[in-house]
């Protein structure tokens, strides 16, 4: 069971926007970076957001990442179908359980 | 180009082992940690363990749900970092990627099934 809380999904038409959520604690996202994946259908992960907001190279800016105290958000503008994809927020966390957490996942779906 | 490339994923009985490998070109693999992540079937992700470098003492970490069964090791080398599993649990059963420090370089993945 993931410390950290998404949304199961989130949708919007072709050309708007969604934001995703991660709900964290002290323990990992309140003293820690966090990055967002993005998982397209069949494929692996993709980093798509670290350090809380920065993009690596080849990365849109259609995609955004913010953070404030122990929750993070994922923004995605100008929605394509090729988003759709489930998304996943991960931060290092300080609990003696262990040591990396991902979100539980949200399916963004382009209507 | 930079690139992970998983292998030694197949089907084992509940208590079995398996090793998989993780092979690394493109990049100083030596100075980098290296991530083992999986995925079963329709489920999130869930981060195994690491291994840090060689100036990093080759320090693990794991887990808590895997602590004590895998062993995550590395051949610098030959460029490749292992994951040593024992006492495998049908609960093991996901595919398997191995990750670049930082996590932002994946393999493709090797799919583990463990059924009798």
């Known amino acids: 069971q993931s410390v950290l809380t998404q949304p199961p999904s989130v949708s919007a038409a072709p050309g708007q926007k969604v934001t995703i959520s991660c709900s964290g604690s002290?323990?990992?996202?309140?003293?820690?970076?966090v990055s967002w994946y993005q998982q397209l259908p069949g494929t692996a992960p993709k980093l798509l957001i670290y350090e809380n907001g920065k993009r690596p190279s080849g990365i849109p800016d259609r995609f955004s990442g913010s953070k404030s105290g122990t929750s993070a958000t994922l923004g995605i503008t100008g929605l394509q179908t090729g988003d759709e994809a489930d998304y996943y927020c991960g931060t290092w966390d300080s609990s003696l359980s262990t040591f990396y957490v991902f979100g539980t996942g949200t399916k963004v779906t382009v209507l | 180009e930079v690139q992970l490339v998983e292998s030694g994923g197949g089907l084992v009985q509940p208590g079995g082992s398996l090793k998989l490998s993780c092979a690394a070109s493109?990049?100083?693999?030596?100075?980098?940690?290296m991530h083992w992540v999986r995925q079963a079937s329709g489920k999130g992700l869930e981060w195994v363990g690491r291994?840090?470098?060689?100036?990093?003492?080759?320090?693990?970490a794991y887990a808590a749900s895997v602590k004590g069964r895998f062993t995550i090791s590395r051949d610098d080398s030959k460029n490749t970092a292992y994951l040593q599993m024992n006492s495998l649990e049908t609960e093991d059963t996901a595919v398997y990627y191995c990750?670049?420090?930082?996590?932002?370089?994946w393999g493709q993945g090797t799919t583990v099934t463990v059924s009798s």
């Open positions: 990750a670049r420090e930082g996590l932002d370089v």
């Open positions: 291994i840090r470098s060689k100036a990093n003492s080759y320090a693990t």
């Open positions: 493109g990049f100083t693999f030596s100075g980098s940690a």
């Open positions: 002290s323990s990992n996202i309140g003293n820690n970076y």
